[in-house]
């Protein structure tokens, strides 16, 4: 019992570093350019197929490929900030809330045309590798993903704290009039901080790769998992989407172990619930603006 | 004004005299098939655009509501003989039920959670009834018996007699909107889509009118749920709980225009003409189309015309009567 316990707990940690890229991503846009990204989880889906087509013509490992997707998919993510997001900020949550909505469709929909809805996977030399710790099994696959997108949280955490650019995003994401008036350019900002959320949805995608199979839905899960975690954790705030990603990982991961297969979605749902029927005043998204 | 209120009156007659000689006129299956999934989705348009158009309460869980009405009123009718007229409205006050908590949670959050939430809740709806199988037919769903003509089961060997319940639904949707909009309770939804805060502080309580017009707008859809599911005679919980459902509500009334008693109607004759017609072109053999094709029409509205078409049209169509040079001048100098 201990045992199928442990090991739902090691499953949902491993899965919950991958949910923590894309939630990070989703809570670095909200925090800096104030809008939901409805589309972060179809960049992870880009990514899942960039690192597919690499993998399948030219033999390039998936971890390889996070060398390549994720730049495509930060200079991606300053396009998508100069030419879509730009066009609506300030303008109410209408338009906010649906140009990435459509952007989302859009994706998924041209993905659904030009790729089909056949499942793609890549089968890589670890990809059934494993090992055992006492009655624990951890696949080597979703470890090395595990502890690849800890390191790259990391990185993304001293960028915020020591550099120039993440001292800009934050306080950009503080007070950003005050920002604008000591000499920081916001659009500039807005760009690199969509550049970076969406080269980390990138990264989740290639991650994932060796283990979990690319579809145009594919994204759908990491996004929804993710809103439920930036509502979790407070918004805009990085160390709370980890955590709450985290936890997320593991309450699905008991819900498919406890209540059966179908139902960690629902566990999941029912979290967001409750949190909000019960600790509604400490989500940010629940205060005033 | 006058003159464009009793123009207003003319046209409106007219539009309903051809919408009800049409399936006499038309008799093409596939035609009918079209005007029908116009007319459906035009209505639920116009129960999403209540709370989504004029209270701005962005929802993108209204197949929890359609869902909800086209079960109760199967499993009334399969398990109890119940005529699906009166499952109908037995799956309506079921959804307004449903919106009570529902809204309670959700309302808490704002502009884009608050659309996370809807989502969530329709969802979870979902994977409730594609998990308990002995409660309604689980993931494999279930025929509804066909039997032959009976009107006072809904069924009818006749298209256009669907067409006739789905005009009326919209009818009815219109009428309560167009009611609302002219009440006490219209002003307040304005004033809570334009500024929550504001209308709260100058006494308005938008907690019960969010509540109140959730619950209509939750009744109508369950209303389409029913007729959906005995017009395709079959229900599984991807069928009555999809997302596209959800989506389809919000997006034909953001591109007729929100917040107005017309928009979704114009937003569903263009999408779904759109649809009939890339359709016709290309077969249902390319995946995705559709909703490519909905979706740029969807940026394209945000990013040039955030009103929606509605105004679009309006603005041409006073252009056109106004035929006094003078007027036609000052708007040219105008715009």
């Known amino acids: 019992m201990l045992e199928i316990l442990a090991q739902a707990v090691v499953n949902g940690l491993l899965i919950g570093g991958i949910y923590a890229l ?19 989880g179809e960049f992870v889906m880009i990514g899942m197929y960039i690192s597919f087509f690499l993998a399948t013509y ?9 060398a390549i997707s994720m730049p495509v998919l930060f200079l991606v993510g300053m396009l998508l900030q100069h030419f879509l997001i730009r066009r609506v900020l300030g303008l109410g949550d209408m338009p906010q809330i649906f140009l990435t909505f459509a952007l989302s469709l859009l994706l998924m929909n041209l993905a659904l045309m030009l790729f089909t809805a056949n499942y793609r996977t890549v089968h890589t030399w670890y990809s059934d590798e494993a090992f055992h710790i ?27 704290q020591t550099t120039d650019m993440g001292k800009a995003m934050r306080a950009a994401a503080q007070k950003p009039e005050v920002a604008m008036l000591m000499g920081i350019n916001p659009n500039h900002v807005f760009a690199v901080a969509t550049g970076v959320s969406l080269a980390l949805a990138g990264a989740a995608g290639s991650l994932l790769m060796p ?7 594919a994204g759908q899960v990491f996004v929804l998992m993710a809103f439920v975690a930036v509502v979790l954790g407070t918004l ?32 999941v749902f029912l979290m967001l619930l409750l949190t909000l029927a019960f600790r509604p005043s400490g989500l940010a998204g629940g205060g005033a603006r | 004004m006058r003159a464009l209120r009793s123009s207003g009156a003319l046209w409106l007659g007219m539009l309903i ?10 008799t093409s299956r596939f035609a009918i098939d079209i005007f029908i999934r116009v007319l459906l989705f035009a209505f639920i348009g116009v129960a999403w655009n209540l709370i989504g158009g004029y209270a701005k309460q962005l929802s993108l869980g209204h197949a929890a509501y359609f869902g909800l009405g086209a079960y109760t009123s199967t499993i009334l009718q399969i398990d109890f003989g119940i005529s699906p007229w009166i499952g109908m409205l037995a799956g309506g006050v079921v959804a307004m039920l449903a919106s009570l908590p529902i809204g309670a949670l959700c309302f808490r959050l704002r502009g884009p959670y608050f659309a996370i939430s809807t989502i969530a809740t329709a969802q979870v709806f979902m994977l409730l009834f594609l998990k308990f199988r002995n409660f309604a037919w689980g993931a494999e ?31 009815i949707g219109l009428a309560i909107t167009y009611r609302i909009e002219r009440s006490w309770m219209g002003y307040y939804l304005v004033a809570i889509g334009e500024d929550e805060d504001a209308a709260e502080a100058i006494g308005v309580n938008a907690m019960r009118i969010k509540r109140d017009i959730y619950m209509i707008s939750a009744f109508l859809t369950a209303l389409a749920g029913t007729f959906y599911v005995q017009y395709i005679y079959f229900i599984d919980p991807t069928t009555a709980f999809n997302f596209n459902i959800s989506v389809e509500a919000a997006l034909v009334s953001i591109v007729g225009g929100v917040g107005t008693l017309w928009g979704p109607v114009i937003g569903t004759v263009l999408l779904e003409a759109t649809s009939a017609l890339l359709q016709s072109w290309l077969g249902s053999s390319f995946g995705g189309v559709q909703l490519t094709v909905y979706s740029l029409i969807l940026m394209a509205v945000i990013l040039w015309r955030p009103t929606g078409l509605l105004g679009v049209l309006t603005e041409a169509y006073a252009r056109i009567i106004r035929a006094d040079p003078e007027q036609t001048r000052k708007a040219a100098l105008d715009g």
């Open chain 1, 22 to 40: 894309v939630s990070i991503g989703v809570t670095l846009i909200f925090g800096v350019v104030k809008i939901v990204n409805f589309a972060q």
């Open chain 1, 58 to 66: 030219y033999g390039i490992d998936p971890l390889l490929s996070l």
């Open chain 1, 134 to 160: 006492g009655e624990i099994y951890v696949p080597m696959a979703k470890l090395v993903a595990f502890v690849l997108a800890m390191a790259l949280s990391g990185i993304l955490w001293v960028f915020l």
């Open chain 1, 211 to 217: 283990f979990y199979p690319a579809s145009p839905m």
């Open chain 1, 236 to 267: 805009g705030n990085v160390r709370g989407a980890l955590i709450a990603s985290l936890m997320m990982g593991v309450a699905e991961s008991l819900g498919i172990q406890f209540v059966g297969a179908d139902s960690g979605l629902i566990v």
């Open chain 2, 17 to 26: 005299l051809v919408l009800l000689v049409l399936p006499l006129v038309v």
């Open chain 2, 141 to 171: 769903g279930t025929t509804i018996p066909n039997l032959g003509n009976a009107p006072l089961m809904m069924q009818f060997e006749a298209k256009a007699a669907y067409y006739y319940i789905a005009l009326g639904l919209l009818a």
